[in-house]
């Protein structure tokens, strides 16, 4: 196992038929603790899978340096990083069952002498022979072991002389992960290995690798575009839009504190509720005629930005459970419902709010009778305020203080 480090790395691709170079990456600085699953997350063409592909070895940067572990791999072959790669499309060969793809790279980790690969031939061709026939070869023996054993992990055991057309897909993705297993690296690469498989299929095979990455420990850097699995498998996400880094945390708290504007509407399902404000008065937000008072962490950043002459103009960020169906009351907005999706554990509403005629999402209980065209009252959650400046970036929150002679607790990543 080993940490990865991206110092200050760059990717631009040269200029085609006249037209101007293509920046993918500018500057990432991101530091992979030994042992932690990251996910790497952003729309097409954001960087993502060119930052796995640096790291991979199958392209060299513009600029900066990659580091697994103490070693700077920047300029090293791919065979030389001690990594391992799950692509998207499996990439098994055809013409070997399952047992020869999970050893592929086994039997390719070191060189050989020609006597040596002449003795391993013999052995592998003459292991259907009786026992006294057989040819002896130790290397051979102990890939076929470590074979047994990442199946056997994988549920693969009997699958083992079959080839890669009679498997079904998520049978061949397990051998894709199985093949990188197989040689214990120091790294893990995933690029969006589930998005070829069905949702039903898919939900097993995320929950599978959490649990092999717990189990190994393995550091892994997993690249997707589902919302779900960034937030529910790694330990940290990374952010990233036009090539630069734009929040790394904890899947809770990009969800509950996103760093701008960005963030707020790519991370969650719905996204982030964005409403124009003004901050007026002393801790106090003003959505159209209504006045409101954040509560808790965001109330003192508030005053804080008050107090130091920050915009009066900002927008103002709220998830779909910080807005619920209530009484009329002055305090509350009026609203009229756009659309309801039945989700089965709930339901989904697109409301419009009359005054600025605002579309905003909420969650309700499933069997509440709500239809498009009713006219509701919505009434938000005052520690549900997130709030952003003209540029887009959040309004930090105050640090927490420090509790004295306390060391901080980490979270475990193994």
Same mark, same amino acid.
């Given at each position: 196992?080993?940490?990865?480090?991206?110092?200050?790395?760059?990717?631009?691709?040269?200029?085609?038929?006249?037209?101007?170079?293509?920046?993918?990456?500018?500057?990432?600085?991101?530091?992979?603790?030994?042992?932690?699953?990251?996910?790497?997350?952003?729309?097409?063409?954001?960087?993502?899978?060119?930052?796995?592909?640096?790291?991979?070895?199958?392209?060299?940067?513009?600029?900066?340096?990659?580091?697994?572990?103490?070693?700077?791999?920047?300029?090293?072959?791919?065979?030389?990083?001690?990594?391992?790669?799950?692509?998207?499309?499996?990439?098994?060969?055809? #013409?070997?069952? *399952?047992?020869?793809?999970?050893?592929?790279?086994?039997?390719?980790?070191?060189? !050989?002498?020609?006597? /040596? $690969? @002449?003795?391993?031939?013999?052995?592998?061709?003459?292991?259907?022979?009786?026992?006294?026939?057989?040819?002896?070869?130790?290397?051979?023996?102990?890939?076929?072991?470590?074979?047994?054993?990442?199946?056997?992990?994988?549920?693969?055991?009997?699958?083992?002389?079959?080839?890669?057309?009679?498997?079904?897909?998520?049978?061949?993705?397990?051998?894709?992960?199985?093949?990188?297993?197989?040689?214990?690296?120091?790294?893990?690469?995933?690029?969006?290995?589930?998005?070829?498989?069905?949702?039903?299929?898919?939900?097993?095979?995320?929950?599978?690798?959490?649990?092999?990455?717990?189990?190994?420990?393995?550091?892994?850097?997993?690249?997707? #575009?589902?919302? *779900?699995?960034?937030?529910?498998?790694?330990?940290?996400?990374?952010?990233?839009? !036009?090539?630069?880094? /734009? $929040? @790394?945390?904890?899947?809770?708290?990009?969800?509950?504190?996103?760093?701008?504007?960005?963030?707020?509407?790519?991370?969650?399902?719905?996204?982030?509720?964005?409403?124009?404000?003004?901050?007026?008065?002393?801790?106090?937000?003003?959505?159209?005629?209504?006045?409101?008072?954040?509560?808790?962490?965001?109330?003192?950043?508030?005053?804080?930005?008050?107090?130091?002459?920050?915009?009066?103009?900002?927008?103002?960020?709220?998830?779909?459970?910080?807005?619920?169906?209530?009484?009329?009351?002055?305090?509350?907005?009026?609203?009229?419902?756009?659309?309801?999706?039945?989700?089965?554990?709930?339901?989904?509403?697109?409301?419009?709010?009359?005054?600025?005629?605002?579309?905003?999402?909420?969650?309700?209980?499933?069997?509440?009778?709500?239809?498009?065209?009713?006219?509701?009252? @919505?009434?938000?959650?005052?520690?549900?305020?997130?709030?952003?400046?003209?540029?887009?970036?959040?309004?930090?929150?105050?640090?927490?203080?420090?509790?004295?002679?306390?060391?901080?607790?980490?979270?475990?990543?193994?």
């Amino acid at each position: 196992m080993a940490e990865v480090r991206f110092q200050q790395v760059s990717k631009t691709y040269p200029p085609r038929r006249g037209s101007a170079p293509v920046q993918v990456l500018r500057q990432v600085d991101l530091q992979i603790a030994d042992g932690e699953f990251l996910v790497l997350v952003g729309p097409s063409g954001c960087g993502k899978s060119t930052l796995l592909r640096l790291l991979a070895g199958l392209e060299a940067p513009s600029g900066g340096e990659i580091f697994v572990g103490d070693r700077c791999v920047t300029h090293l072959r791919p065979a030389q990083r001690d990594v391992a790669m799950v692509f998207q499309s499996y990439a098994l060969y055809p #013409h070997l069952n *399952v047992a020869n793809n999970i050893g592929f790279g086994l039997r390719r980790q070191r060189q !050989r002498t020609p006597i /040596q $690969q @002449l003795q391993d031939g013999l052995h592998r061709a003459s292991r259907s022979l009786p026992q006294p026939l057989r040819i002896a070869s130790g290397r051979e023996a102990r890939i076929e072991a470590r074979i047994q054993e990442v199946a056997a992990t994988l549920e693969l055991d009997h699958l083992l002389d079959r080839l890669p057309k009679e498997l079904s897909g998520g049978q061949k993705q397990r051998v894709a992960l199985g093949r990188a297993i197989a040689r214990q690296p120091a790294v893990f690469l995933m690029d969006e290995p589930l998005s070829n498989l069905d949702a039903k299929l898919r939900t097993g095979t995320r929950a599978q690798i959490v649990e092999l990455q717990r189990r190994l420990g393995t550091t892994t850097v997993y690249v997707t #575009h589902d919302q *779900v699995e960034a937030m529910t498998m790694g330990h940290r996400i990374a952010v990233l839009n !036009r090539g630069y880094l /734009q $929040q @790394l945390g904890t899947p809770a708290e990009l969800y509950q504190w996103p760093s701008n504007l960005f963030v707020a509407q790519f991370i969650g399902s719905p996204p982030m509720n964005l409403l124009p404000v003004r901050s007026v008065g002393s801790g106090q937000l003003q959505l159209g005629s209504r006045r409101f008072t954040p509560e808790g962490p965001m109330a003192e950043a508030l005053l804080q930005w008050q107090h130091n002459g920050g915009a009066e103009e900002l927008s103002g960020g709220l998830r779909a459970e910080h807005l619920k169906l209530a009484p009329s009351t002055n305090r509350n907005l009026a609203a009229e419902i756009a659309h309801v999706e039945g989700l089965g554990n709930e339901q989904l509403v697109t409301a419009r709010l009359l005054e600025g005629d605002h579309l905003v999402q909420l969650r309700a209980e499933p069997d509440q009778q709500l239809v498009p065209g009713q006219s509701v009252h @919505l009434e938000v959650d005052p520690h549900g305020w997130r709030l952003f400046d003209p540029t887009g970036e959040a309004i930090p929150r105050p640090e927490p203080a420090a509790t004295p002679g306390r060391e901080p607790v980490l979270p475990q990543l193994g």
